[in-house]
């Protein structure tokens, strides 16, 4: 006969999260939706401040380096906040300073300085970056391991509600208050002509970021006091305790472990596809078809639709098929549409570069869960690996930037086909191990 702390232990590893943490998981999930905002309101602005300052493809996505930037510099600092306090003491570190870098907006705009915005956004995404840093292997620590990467999976689903929501505020606060004047017509101004057109348009940037802060604030009050349950009598359930500090040997440890190792490779190069991808469905569409920004702006949406689709679709799937195989055919894919759009610029090439989105959308739970597979103690410093390699979405929009500069938006898509390639080495790689 099975004794109490045996039974109770079997109906845990039945649980998809953990009874006494479904409230927490529900809000957490919340967060999710908060970054997915931040970020892709932010990757308009490539082509925003292009038009705002007359400046070149390459120097406008310096706003991707400052954002993506900020994930790589604050990764460890989240990870020590988590192994010496908690997961909630790093998703309110985050939300606060994300609230920071948001307010910061509004003295950007009077400002009237590029570099104020970099700055905002840098610290904007600081918070961020605590924040991802601290949510994914909370969400993943919710249930039993042999469910994480589809839990994962569910909770990043919703964060293509958030990247829905802030292409919607892109396009509907942002982009419509750009003026129609050309680069040519902007030179011709007197400045103080030139500054009434610029104040108005950089008050349009200004507006949903100042927004989204007070969304912000209502979301870390929240946080803050939700009950955080500690596991049963039995030992069975969620358990998180402040854990001694030895950075040396974790990080040893952890660049010891292959799967780990490569995890973040892949990691920095499905980022950097996804980036590129979304950053540069303006000027594609455009190119192709021509079109007004707002009107571009649509297939962004549409992208970002079905990105939001295919994160559930993708997930009732990981019930049938192993994540490593999804991962290895969807990357495939993605490689062949980029090659599609460079080699046909066209309406059918549009539709490629929106179908990417359904390639993208299992990636980065999904080389996060496999990656943080079995590391035990290691996970909250393994979680920062993993939100470091986000650095590709701050380096590859300057390559496929530069390579718009110098060719045109429809060959720069061989670069994230170029990304898409190391992902699928790494799927395959992963359909070995485990």
Do not use: H
């Amino acid at each position: 006969m099975k004794n109490q702390n045996s039974v109770n232990q079997e109906n845990t590893s039945n649980q998809f999260v953990y009874g006494n943490m479904k409230l927490a998981f529900i809000l957490l999930i919340t967060c999710f939706a908060a970054w997915g905002v931040a970020a892709n309101m932010t990757d308009p602005l490539v082509k925003v401040f292009s038009k705002i300052f007359t400046m070149s493809t390459f120097e406008s996505a310096l706003v991707q380096f400052a954002y993506y930037g900020a994930y790589f510099c604050l990764a460890i600092p989240a990870a020590f906040i988590n192994a010496r306090y908690s997961y909630k003491a790093g998703v309110l570190s985050g939300l606060g300073l994300a609230i920071l870098g948001a307010f910061a907006f509004y003295p950007a705009s009077v400002s009237m300085t590029y570099g104020f915005f970099l700055a905002a956004l840098f610290i904007m995404a600081a918070g961020m970056s605590i924040l991802e840093t601290s949510a994914n292997p909370f969400v993943m620590a919710m249930g039993p391991e042999e469910t994480a990467t589809r839990r994962l999976n569910l909770a990043q689903a919703f964060n293509p509600v958030g990247t829905n929501i802030g292409v919607f505020l892109a396009a509907t606060l942002i982009l419509p208050k750009l003026n129609t004047a050309t680069a040519e017509q902007r030179a011709s101004m007197t400045p103080d002509m030139l500054q009434s057109i610029q104040a108005e348009e950089l008050t349009g940037v200004m507006t949903p970021y100042v927004g989204m802060a007070f969304v912000l604030m209502l979301i870390w009050v929240l946080v803050y006091f939700i009950r955080v349950p500690k596991a049963n009598a039995s030992g069975a359930g969620y358990r998180e305790d402040a854990t001694n500090i030895d950075f040396a040997a974790t990080f040893r440890r952890l660049m010891s472990n292959p799967q780990y190792r490569w995890g973040v490779v892949a990691q920095f190069f499905n980022v950097a596809a996804q980036t590129c991808t979304w950053t540069f469905t303006i000027q594609y569409v455009q190119e192709a078809i021509g079109g007004t920004e707002a009107s571009a702006a649509d297939y962004l949406q549409y992208s970002l639709i079905i990105f939001l689709i295919s994160r559930f679709v993708m997930t009732w799937l990981m019930g049938f098929c192993r994540p490593a195989v999804l991962l290895s055919i969807l990357a495939a894919a993605g490689t062949m549409l980029c090659l599609y759009a460079v080699m046909t610029p066209d309406v059918s090439g549009v539709w490629a570069i929106v179908s990417i989105s359904a390639c993208l959308s299992l990636m980065f739970p999904t080389i996060y869960g496999v990656a943080l597979n079995g590391l035990g103690n290691d996970t909250k410093f393994g979680s920062a690996g993993l939100v470091m390699a986000i650095l590709g979405g701050a380096i590859m929009p300057l390559v496929q930037g530069a390579t718009i500069d110098t060719y045109n938006a429809t060959v720069s898509y061989v670069v994230p086909a170029a990304c898409f390639l190391v992902v699928v080495g790494y799927g395959l790689f992963a359909m070995k191990r485990t």
